[in-house]
Structure formats: structure tokens, C-alpha cells
């Protein structure tokens, strides 16, 4: 079992551009996450999707899009990166109720 | 902001003695969890406890919850150098916000050979 993955794992972007992170589970998970994690910090939620077709906002949505067209994968997307968009961004995946969150190994973005 | 604060923010220990995190948080869960995370890798899930339950084991883990005090702790006994990592503390307000995580800023724990 792949578990969560993240495409790409490392990425460096110039101020404006535009790009998409992009994150896969097979475990037939109804909810995903997007999380960053800045240096020295716990993480903190950008957006999430409690099922296909749905969003919501987290904690720092601004800047950030995602799209949740198919189940096993949810779509992070920077139209427009800015320096401070440089972390390392984590997805999660979990079933509903009292689960547990899976998370992938990471994509660290910088943003010069 | 973070829900949840940690306390120690760092922890140097032998192998073999057991180490103490403690989270506390600000609003009413419907369970707490803890996470591992190794350098440069994704959160590990070590344990969760439900808002009605007081205290959980899981091999050498031993998580309390105290909801009366918001705050819980993460026993880990008889450590050794491969549980170095930072551990996280992280509180699921429930369904209806998504079963969303809040995390704490996490405590660095290094054991010593």
C-alpha cells in the first residue's frame, strides 16, 4: 500500500508563478487535508474536503485553491506564489469519525 | 494560532529514562491525538484518545486526557535513540467542522545513546 502521496516531493518557483501540488490516497478515504508547516511550527490547515466534489476553508486559505474531482485525490493550487508560500505542505487522508489522519512525506516548495 | 501549546519545546534525555510532553488546548474535542515526526518525513499517528476517556496505552506510550483541564500528556517509557523525533499534539473538534486538526508547535525530543 502506497498510503498518501505527494507530487512533486521538492520545487522551487519564482514569484508569480503558478503551479499545482498534487496528492494521491488509495485507501478509499472519505476526507483529505492540506496542512503547511513552517519552521520550528506545528502544522496548520490551508484547506480540507469531507467528500468528492466538496471543499472547505482551513485556517490560512489565502492564496491557496484546491479541487477534490475524484476521490482518492486532492489538488493544491498557487496561482500567483509568493515568498511567503515557502513551507513544506503535507496532505492527509482519514475515514470519517475517530480516525486517525494518514499523512504523505511532504513537498517542500520555496518561492524566490 | 495554534490551539494547542507544548510543553517542553525541547527534551534531552538518556536511552533508557522515560520521557514527558505535555499539550493543553483552548476549546472543547471530540478526541486528541499524538503525532511523530521524524526529520525531514511526514506525522506519524502514535495514538488517539477520545474526549470521554482518560487514559490510554500503546506499548511504551501512555497518554492522559484531562478535559476538565484541557491539557494532556505523553508518556513514552524506556526510550531509546530511535524515538528521537518532535511529537505533536493535535485536537479534532469532531464531524462537524470536518474532524479538522489543530495543531500544538510541538516538543523536539532527543534521546542519547
Known amino acids: 500500500n502506497a498510503g498518501v502521496t505527494q ?33 520550528g511550527m506545528g502544522l496548520r490547515l490551508i484547506h480540507y474536503s469531507v467528500g468528492e466534489g466538496t471543499t472547505a476553508k482551513g485556517e ?12 482518492q485525490n486532492f489538488l493544491l493550487g498557487l496561482e500567483s506564489a509568493a515568498p511567503s508560500q515557502t513551507s513544506v505542505y503535507f496532505c492527509a487522508s482519514k475515514d470519517p469519525g475517530n480516525q486517525p489522519q494518514h499523512f504523505g512525506d511532504g513537498t517542500r516548495l520555496s518561492i524566490l | 494560532s495554534q490551539q494547542g501549546e507544548e510543553d517542553p519545546q525541547a527534551l534531552s ?21 499524538w503525532y511523530r515526526q521524524n526529520s525531514g518525513r511526514g506525522l506519524v499517528h502514535l495514538i ?3 474526549s470521554n476517556e482518560r487514559e490510554k496505552h500503546s506499548g511504551r506510550l501512555r497518554v492522559t486526557l484531562d478535559t476538565s483541564k484541557k491539557s494532556s500528556s505523553l508518556l513514552i517509557t524506556a526510550s531509546r535513540a530511535a524515538d ?24 523536539q ?5
Open chain 1, 60 to 71: 490560512v486559505p489565502d492564496g491557496y485553491n484546491v479541487s477534490r474531482l475524484k476521490k
Open chain 2, 48 to 50: 488517539l484518545i477520545r
Open chain 2, 109 to 113: 525530543l532527543t534521546v542519547n545513546p
Open chain 2, 84 to 107: 528521537t523525533a518532535s511529537y505533536f499534539c493535535a485536537t479534532d473538534a469532531g464531524e462537524t467542522s470536518g474532524s479538522r486538526l489543530t495543531f500544538g508547535e510541538g516538543t
Open chain 2, 13 to 33: 534525555i538518556q536511552e533508557g529514562e522515560n520521557a514527558t510532553m505535555n499539550c493543553s488546548y483552548k476549546t472543547s474535542i471530540n478526541n486528541l491525538q
Open chain 1, 7 to 39: 507530487t512533486p516531493k521538492f520545487r522551487v518557483l519564482k514569484t508569480g508563478q503558478s503551479m499545482t501540488l498534487l496528492c494521491a490516497q488509495d485507501m478509499n478515504h472519505e476526507y483529505m487535508y492540506w496542512y503547511r508547516q513552517d519552521p
